[in-house]
């Protein structure tokens, strides 16, 4: 019988840790080296347009709160390479948003990586059919489903999916790059919507 997986680390950001990424360039380097792998100041200045003084500041103050780490024998003492921690993090809790301390930090990092990952989606949709090669648009999906679900319902899913992804994600890296591969975001989006007028239960159609 096979091991099942380990689970995977999961961290989840206390107060001086999000003051620290509330920064609109920390969040970019931090989602950059999400979608990209690791990097140096270089190649965060390239990509981001900045200045490698800039990237290597931030850099260093991403790391001193663990946002990033050094990876261990690559690179030099003056080029770097930064990569993230293992596992799952959790930048904004529900406690940080709406405590008085931390309530602007909050606001800020969310906009900022909701403003990029939106970006992403739209230009990947701009470009899909006509810029993109058709195996890659075809591999692809954007998808929405609409579905009446109790609260312990939409619990029960959203912990379903995320660990789906997180071991499915997690067996691709552990078979290294492969030829051909290319940066891929994944979305999961899992909400109640607002709702003046519910239908009651008995009348409410299946989606």
Known sequence: MADSPSPLPHRTVDMASLKALAHPLRVQILETIF???PQTAGTLAE???ESTGSTSYHLRQLAK????????GHGTKRERWWD????????VTRELA??????????????????SRAAALDDFID?????????????????????????EQLA?????????????????????????????????????LADDHPTPRAEAPEN
């Open 35 to 37: 979608r990209y792998g």
């Open 47 to 49: 990509r981001l347009g």
């Open 65 to 72: 709160y663990d946002f990033v780490l050094e990876v261990e």
């Open 84 to 91: 993230r921690p293992k596992g799952m993090l959790t930048v």
């Open 98 to 115: 709406h405590d008085p301390a931390t309530r602007e930090a909050a606001q800020l990092v969310r906009r900022e990586f909701d403003r």
């Open 127 to 151: 470009r899909s059919w006509s810029d993109e090669p058709a195996e890659w648009s075809e591999a692809a999906t954007v998808s929405t489903t609409n579905v009446r679900l109790t609260v």
């Open 156 to 192: 029960e899913l959203s912990r379903a999916a995320e660990e789906f992804i997180a071991q499915a994600v997690e067996k691709l890296r552990a078979a290294g790059v492969q030829e051909g591969a290319r940066p891929v975001q994944i979305h999961l989006n899992a909400f109640p």
